[in-house]
């Protein structure tokens, strides 16, 4: 079954403390991107890498870290910098061959508690 | 920096209408434009993809335009029907890929 899979679908963190949301993906795509959504609100990017073993900050880096060590997973860790993280996380993923549609995975919902 | 409006934020309309969805932008320099479903705690789902080059795109009852030098996009939505409830996003990407997302329009169709 391709696709792009999001673990775990519901996360709750403690203050102060670090948790990292996982994205698997088998479409051999090359880009993979961090969204954010808060309610009534679009998506907004976090961190992008276009390739394995690089990645830039989106427009609301600041609290978030990521890592890309294989082509197909692309882990975004929340840190206890990030004040304010209770939203909707989405990644998603774009192909050589279509190089910029857009396909996405099912989403994790981190809360604080 | 690319700003993308969508205008209604909600809208609610009987079944069998057919209604339009419209997508602003303030960059004409984009590779594309797509517009998503999104269900209530889900997803992102694709409908349609317009490449730059391109003025529209079709896909069963839904139909998408592009207008680059106005800056708008418009997805036309034929017979509505309640299983089309959602939200609809736009989204437009640039020569970096990553996308610009418009805030929706969440859609309510009456049974």
């Known amino acids: 079954d391709g696709g792009i899979t999001q673990s775990p679908k519901y996360l709750f963190r403690k203050e102060g403390q670090n948790v990292t949301l996982s994205c698997e993906q088998n479409?051999?795509?090359?880009?993979m991107y961090w969204y954010r959504q808060d309610p009534g609100q679009g998506l907004r990017l976090i961190y992008y890498?276009?390739?394995?073993?690089?990645?830039q900050k989106g427009d609301i880096a600041e609290g978030y870290s990521v890592s890309r060590e294989k082509k197909e997973s692309f882990p975004l860790t929340v840190t206890s910098a990030q004040k304010n993280p209770t939203a909707f996380y989405l990644c998603?993923?774009?192909?050589?061959?279509?190089?910029?549609?857009?396909?996405f995975g099912q989403g994790t919902r981190l809360t604080v508690v | 920096k690319q700003e993308v409006t969508q205008i209604p934020a909600a809208l609610s309309v009987p079944e069998g209408e057919n209604l339009v969805l419209n997508c602003s932008f303030t960059?004409?320099?984009?590779?594309?434009l797509q517009w998503f479903r999104q269900d209530p705690g889900k997803g992102l789902t694709s409908l349609l993809l317009i490449q730059s080059s391109q003025r529209e795109q079709t896909s069963g009852r839904l139909n998408a335009s592009l207008d680059k030098s106005s800056g708008r996009s418009t997805l036309y939505i034929a017979a509505s029907q309640p299983g089309d409830s959602a939200t609809y996003l736009c989204?437009?990407?640039?020569?970096?890929?990553?996308?610009?997302f418009g805030s929706g329009t969440q859609l309510t169709v009456l049974p």
């Open positions: 960059d004409s320099a984009i590779y594309n």
């Open positions: 989204a437009l990407s640039g020569s970096a890929r990553q996308l610009t």
């Open positions: 479409l051999n795509h090359d880009a």
């Open positions: 890498s276009q390739i394995v073993n690089d990645f």
């Open positions: 998603a993923t774009t192909g050589q061959d279509r190089p910029t549609e857009a396909f």
